[in-house]
């Protein structure tokens, strides 16, 4: 094909890209097999903002308009980006496009007497490059920024486009993670003109009140440790881990990247669900359809987020990157639902033989959130993998997906999808920044991450917690009371183990001095209550003996460690030390679980007591 016609192509495509609606959603409606180009904005990797912006180039300010289909397309990893990629001149110079094609931009006034070089614009321009416009522009401070470009790399996608037409200072109120440097950093690459003084009070334009979006947000439990109140993220305390097999909805951990959907109970069952197939066909069903069309089915399984325990890895090896959980991040439940597997055949999927372009599952929520898994998982007659409406008997809460979420037993929960609204089956994983940028682990020397490196997490490795103690004497008179006793106080200890894949605990260690000596934990059998083709769930245990005799710190207090550690029926075991499996981002910090009891929790007795 010859570059003049190369060139007339790309500017008639130019042309479509003209229409009145935000960049993002040109991208998505040429897509054929990607989900989702974004992900929620509100994780804390200062990675993502990098990759964001090594993804869009800088801009130039936008008196000369010109064709860059490529930057803003190749996220997206779609049909037309293939297109677009043989049509594009062999050159390095961007293809000019006549300024008479589209709306003209509104003009810059003058520089005011100001050296900066930048063109000042009136409030009233900059309204008009609004979520909607072909060029969304934001405010921030005095400055005018063009993040057209950014918006297919920026790690909360057209999330950002709450903000065009205005500032984005007030979302940068709520999300607070945006106030870094680096993402400063970023934003000054679109810089494309000032405010014009007229429009500024004490040097900042005057702000438009925004509704919080997390308003609408359900109430939690006071009984749940919140570790960030917007959004929402909070751990089951330790006395819920042990009070129960299935842990209550009220108490389940909660991790949300962003703000829960709102779906009124009484459209729940109108929701619907679309599958895309490698082919470009696709089916939607409504909650309505998937349950009178497919058997239900019920599967107990835990669900873990990779950063379970990442407060031990900073305690005992040094600081990670992402929220600091205890042992908490972690609870067991009764989902019930579809089989995905049966819906993906009914969508026209052969399990059989879905050929070489279904390799991946990906899934996308409400929310804007995006993962993916294998297909295996899913062609696996014993994956258990579930489009769940209930769990422990009830409909889902909203915090934990309402009205649909995925469930995918084994897996780390960043897989299971809440809030799910369409589904692809691709030749490659989710192009979002939760699948592809984050929820990995690196070495204890990678500092600087490559996250093509590595994999994304998938199925979790064994792992195990001390989720109470309760110390009391030794000695008791034959009426049951506690007598003066000189012997050494007994411990009572509970806790959970859980290995991901399906594999059985089979052996919980335990030593009452720090791992000097062991015995083995009594498992709980609570198989009665268990629902799945594998072991998809955790072993509660305990423990009671008499303490050992204590050491004496540096400031001549008592103290000894509890230590546990359990190994599945495989033989996987945990690691010893944080140290050994330390990565940036305290992901799978699985090693020996640590509780101490100093001469506090000794005195205390017939109290829970240590400090894990």
Same mark, same amino acid.
């Given at each position: 094909?010859?570059?003049?016609?190369?060139?007339?192509?790309?500017?008639?495509?130019?042309?479509?890209?003209?229409?009145?609606?935000?960049?993002? %959603?040109?991208? %998505?409606?040429?897509?054929?097999?990607?989900?989702?180009?974004?992900?929620?904005?509100?994780?804390?990797?200062?990675?993502?903002?990098?990759?964001?912006?090594?993804?869009? /180039?800088?801009?130039?300010?936008?008196?000369?308009?010109?064709?860059?289909?490529?930057?803003?397309?190749?996220?997206?990893?779609?049909?037309?980006?293939?297109?677009?990629?043989?049509?594009?001149?062999?050159?390095?110079?961007?293809?000019?496009?006549?300024?008479?094609?589209?709306?003209?931009?509104?003009?810059?006034?003058?520089?005011?007497?100001?050296?900066?070089?930048?063109?000042?614009?009136?409030?009233?321009?900059?309204?008009?490059?609004?979520?909607?416009?072909?060029?969304?522009?934001?405010?921030?401070?005095?400055?005018?920024?063009?993040?057209? @470009?950014?918006?297919?790399?920026?790690?909360?996608?057209?999330?950002?486009?709450?903000?065009?037409?205005?500032?984005?200072?007030?979302?940068?109120?709520?999300?607070?993670?945006?106030?870094? /440097?680096?993402?400063?950093?970023?934003?000054?690459?679109?810089?494309?003109?000032?405010?014009?003084?007229?429009?500024?009070?004490?040097?900042?334009?005057?702000?438009?009140?925004?509704?919080?979006?997390?308003?609408?947000?359900?109430?939690?439990?006071?009984?749940?440790?919140?570790?960030?109140?917007?959004?929402?993220?909070?751990?089951?305390?330790?006395?819920?881990?042990?009070?129960?097999?299935?842990?209550?909805?009220?108490?389940?951990?909660?991790?949300?990247?962003?703000?829960? &959907?709102?779906?009124?109970?009484?459209?729940?069952?109108?929701?619907?669900?679309?599958?895309?197939?490698?082919?470009?066909?696709? *089916?939607?069903?409504?909650?309505?359809?998937?349950?009178?069309?497919?058997?239900?089915?019920?599967?107990?399984?835990?669900? %873990?987020?990779?950063?379970?325990?990442?407060?031990?890895?900073?305690?005992?090896?040094?600081?990670?990157?992402?929220?600091?959980?205890?042992?908490?991040?972690?609870?067991?439940?009764?989902?019930?639902?579809?089989?995905?597997?049966?819906?993906?055949?009914? /969508?026209?999927?052969?399990?059989?033989?879905?050929?070489?372009?279904?390799?991946?599952?990906?899934?996308?929520?409400?929310?804007?959130?995006?993962?993916?898994? &294998?297909?295996?998982?899913?062609?696996?007659?014993?994956?258990?993998?579930?489009?769940?409406?209930?769990?422990?008997?009830?409909?889902?809460?909203?915090?934990?997906?309402?009205?649909?979420?995925?469930?995918?037993?084994?897996?780390?929960?960043?897989?299971?999808?809440?809030?799910?609204?369409?589904?692809?089956?691709?030749?490659?994983?989710?192009?979002?920044?939760?699948?592809?940028?984050?929820?990995?682990?690196?070495?204890?020397?990678?500092?600087?991450?490559?996250?093509?490196?590595? *994999?994304?997490?998938?199925?979790?490795?064994?792992?195990?917690?001390?989720?109470?103690?309760?110390?009391?004497?030794? @000695?008791?008179?034959?009426?049951?009371?506690?007598?003066?006793?000189?012997? &050494? &106080?007994?411990?009572?200890?509970?806790?959970?183990?859980?290995?991901?894949?399906?594999?059985?605990?089979?052996?919980?260690?335990?030593?009452?001095?720090?791992?000097?000596?062991?015995?083995?934990?009594?498992?709980?059998?609570?198989?009665?209550?268990?629902?799945?083709?594998?072991?998809?769930?955790?072993?509660?245990?305990?423990?009671?003996?008499?303490?050992?005799?204590?050491?004496?710190?540096?400031?001549?207090?008592?103290?000894?460690?509890?230590?546990?550690?359990?190994?599945?029926?495989?033989?996987?075991?945990?690691?010893?030390?944080?140290?050994?499996?330390?990565?940036?981002?305290?992901?799978?910090?699985? /090693?020996?679980?640590?509780?101490?009891?100093?001469?506090?929790?000794?005195?205390?007795?017939?109290?829970?007591?240590?400090?894990?």
């Amino acid at each position: 094909m010859s570059i003049p016609v190369s060139r007339r192509l790309g500017q008639e495509l130019l042309k479509v890209t003209r229409r009145p609606k935000p960049t993002i %959603q040109f991208v %998505q409606s040429f897509e054929t097999r990607q989900t989702s180009n974004h992900c929620p904005g509100f994780f804390g990797l200062r990675a993502a903002f990098r990759a964001a912006s090594s993804k869009a /180039a800088p801009k130039t300010p936008p008196s000369l308009r010109r064709l860059r289909p490529l930057p803003a397309l190749a996220a997206g990893g779609g049909l037309l980006t293939i297109l677009l990629a043989v049509l594009q001149p062999i050159t390095h110079e961007p293809i000019e496009v006549s300024q008479d094609e589209g709306p003209p931009l509104p003009g810059p006034t003058s520089n005011d007497g100001d050296d900066d070089g930048l063109p000042r614009y009136r409030l009233t321009d900059v309204r008009e490059h609004g979520p909607k416009s072909e060029r969304p522009w934001v405010i921030y401070e005095d400055k005018v920024y063009d993040i057209t @470009d950014w918006i297919p790399a920026h790690p909360g996608g057209e999330v950002i486009l709450r903000a065009a037409g205005g500032s984005i200072e007030p979302y940068w109120d709520i999300f607070s993670i945006h106030k870094s /440097a680096y993402v400063r950093e970023i934003l000054d690459q679109y810089v494309v003109g000032k405010v014009h003084p007229d429009d500024l009070e004490n040097g900042r334009p005057l702000q438009d009140h925004i509704e919080d979006p997390f308003m609408a947000d359900p109430v939690r439990d006071t009984r749940l440790k919140k570790l960030t109140l917007k959004p929402c993220n909070a751990e089951t305390r330790g006395e819920e881990l042990a009070e129960s097999f299935l842990t209550p909805n009220d108490v389940f951990y909660v991790r949300n990247h962003m703000w829960v &959907p709102v779906v009124e109970e009484a459209e729940a069952d109108k929701h619907s669900i679309t599958i895309e197939l490698p082919d470009g066909d696709s *089916k939607t069903y409504s909650i309505k359809d998937l349950k009178a069309r497919f058997k239900q089915h019920t599967v107990t399984a835990v669900l %873990q987020c990779s950063g379970n325990r990442r407060n031990d890895m900073t305690r005992y090896a040094k600081k990670t990157n992402g929220l600091q959980w205890t042992v908490g991040a972690i609870s067991c439940a009764k989902w019930e639902g579809v089989r995905l597997r049966d819906v993906l055949a009914d /969508a026209g999927l052969d399990l059989d033989e879905p050929g070489e372009d279904a390799q991946h599952v990906q899934f996308s929520g409400l929310e804007a959130y995006g993962a993916s898994i &294998p297909i295996s998982s899913i062609l696996d007659p014993m994956g258990d993998v579930l489009l769940a409406f209930k769990m422990n008997d009830a409909p889902l809460p909203r915090d934990h997906g309402f009205p649909v979420r995925v469930i995918v037993p084994g897996h780390v929960a960043a897989r299971c999808v809440k809030w799910v609204n369409k589904i692809v089956v691709s030749d490659e994983e989710s192009n979002t920044t939760w699948q592809r940028r984050d929820y990995k682990c690196f070495g204890p020397n990678e500092v600087k991450q490559d996250w093509d490196k590595y *994999k994304a997490i998938q199925v979790m490795p064994i792992t195990s917690a001390i989720t109470r103690t309760m110390l009391k004497r030794g @000695d008791k008179n034959l009426d049951g009371q506690t007598a003066e006793s000189t012997g &050494p &106080p007994i411990v009572e200890v509970e806790g959970y183990a859980y290995s991901g894949g399906g594999r059985e605990i089979q052996r919980v260690d335990i030593s009452l001095d720090g791992g000097q000596t062991w015995d083995q934990a009594q498992l709980l059998d609570d198989t009665r209550l268990e629902r799945g083709s594998k072991s998809w769930c955790w072993k509660r245990w305990k423990y009671e003996a008499a303490l050992p005799e204590t050491t004496k710190t540096s400031n001549g207090e008592s103290k000894t460690t509890l230590v546990v550690k359990a190994t599945d029926d495989a033989y996987n075991t945990q690691p010893e030390t944080h140290k050994s499996i330390y990565n940036l981002r305290g992901n799978l910090a699985t /090693a020996w679980h640590r509780v101490d009891l100093d001469s506090a929790a000794l005195k205390g007795l017939g109290k829970s007591g240590g400090k894990d």
